[in-house]
């Protein structure tokens, strides 16, 4: 009880704070990087692209890879507990003329228009074929809608999407919170996916998904027996624990830690995407991911990549089916903007998914 109330208490707090805190930073002048040298087994996966830069093949996105960075960064001491460097910002001129947090949802024709369940909306591919077994693959997201789905039909994946928002005062962990309440949101889903297809739907693999203070109910949702066998945990610039107090730190990310773990080992899929973004009153996701990072024995590598929205890439972490990207930005267009990235994993979580589908079922999780 003591650690429910915590994680509510804490979710409620970071929403609040989040919705001024991101909205209100600029620029400053300070880079700095929690990057150290490459371990002996992601150099191996390193190759140097005569006569330019070394590069390396990013699992999540083959066709794009990232520049290694030889520039050298100022020491910020220890890379773990080192605050988020790289801060500043791009305006919408230097991202094309791009607003990340006033974009246009886009063309929704080949999704079917919401569907309110519980606090929540459903909405699924108009193509989608479930087949004799009535299967399906599906994304719950927290914290987002619109630009989640919009993101999902640039992806070209044909998941079903659960989305549900919260006022900035609440909190997302007490949606989670209680025995059943995971089970009972997916049966919901599953009753409404039959009635649509008009015979038994199914959900065959679950990813839980969160932008910003929806981490919460992500991390109150792995609490629960029912959770044991999902399959992707995704944070779009949204893994924050409590600063000065390191009992709290850990135990805020004991559950996420936990399933890295199970990542790293290839048993799941795990996606920790993070800004430059440091916040006064908690631990940044920068500092949040490093800490995943050095539990499991890594350091990041330092790169540079130009992704979608301005974003922009300056570290690197891969170890099975865990994988950290850092992006440089301070401000509330970045945090925006990390919600492209959503495309860029929903389309690796296909080739995962479609890989587990072809493989005999012994070998499925």
């Given at each position: 009880m003591q650690r429910a109330s915590r994680v509510v208490l804490f979710g409620a707090a970071l929403a609040l704070a989040a919705s001024a805190v991101y909205g209100?930073?600029?620029?400053?002048?300070?880079?700095?990087?929690?990057?150290?040298?490459?371990s002996p087994a992601l150099?191996?996966?390193?190759?140097?692209?005569?006569?330019g830069p070394a590069t390396l093949t990013d699992p999540l996105s083959p066709e794009r890879p990232a520049t290694l960075d030889?520039?050298?960064?100022?020491?910020?001491?220890?890379?773990?507990?080192?605050?988020?460097?790289?801060?500043?910002?791009?305006?919408?001129?230097?991202?094309?003329?791009?607003?990340?947090?006033?974009?246009?949802?886009?063309?929704?024709s080949s999704f079917s228009d919401w569907t309110l369940i519980g606090l929540g909306k459903l909405s699924a591919p108009r193509s989608l074929d479930l087949g004799e077994s009535g299967d399906f693959e599906l994304i719950i997201h927290l914290n987002g809608d619109v630009p989640v789905r919009r993101e999902l039909i640039k992806s070209g994946q044909p998941f079903v999407l659960y989305a549900l928002t919260l006022d900035p005062s609440?909190?997302?962990?007490?949606?989670f919170t209680g025995a059943q309440v995971?089970?009972?949101?997916?049966?919901?889903?599953?009753?409404?996916m039959t009635q649509r297809a008009g015979r038994p739907a199914h959900a065959r693999r679950v990813a839980l998904s969160a932008w910003s203070a929806g981490f919460v109910g992500i991390e109150a949702a792995l609490a629960q027996p029912q959770s044991k066998d999902v399959d992707a945990v995704i944070l779009i610039d949204g893994l924050h624990a409590p600063r000065g107090d390191q009992a709290a730190f850990k135990a805020q990310l004991d559950p996420f830690l936990s399933y890295a773990r199970r990542a790293?080992?290839?048993e799941r899929f795990m996606v920790v995407s993070h800004s430059s973004i440091d916040p006064p009153n908690f631990a940044s996701t920068t500092e949040c991911a490093h800490y995943l990072i050095a539990a499991l024995g890594?350091?990041?590598?330092?790169?540079?990549?130009?992704d979608p929205l301005g974003l922009e890439l300056v570290e690197y972490y891969s170890r099975g089916g865990f994988q950290v990207r850092g992006y440089a930005g301070n401000d509330k267009a970045d945090h925006c903007a990390q919600l492209a990235v959503l495309r860029t994993v929903f389309s690796a979580l296909g080739r995962r998914w479609a890989e587990r589908a072809a493989a005999p079922s012994a070998a499925r999780p």
């Open positions: 209100g930073w600029r620029a400053h002048s300070r880079i700095v990087s929690a990057a150290e040298p490459a150099e191996r996966a390193v190759s140097s692209v005569a006569p030889e520039e050298p960064r100022p020491d910020a001491g220890s890379w773990v507990k080192a605050r988020p460097g790289f801060q500043y910002s791009r305006s919408a001129a230097e991202r094309g003329g791009v607003e990340p947090c006033a974009l246009a949802e886009g063309d929704t609440q909190s997302y962990a007490p949606i995971y089970g009972a949101m997916v049966s919901a889903i599953e009753q409404a790293a080992a290839g890594g350091t990041p590598l330092a790169v540079r990549r130009a």
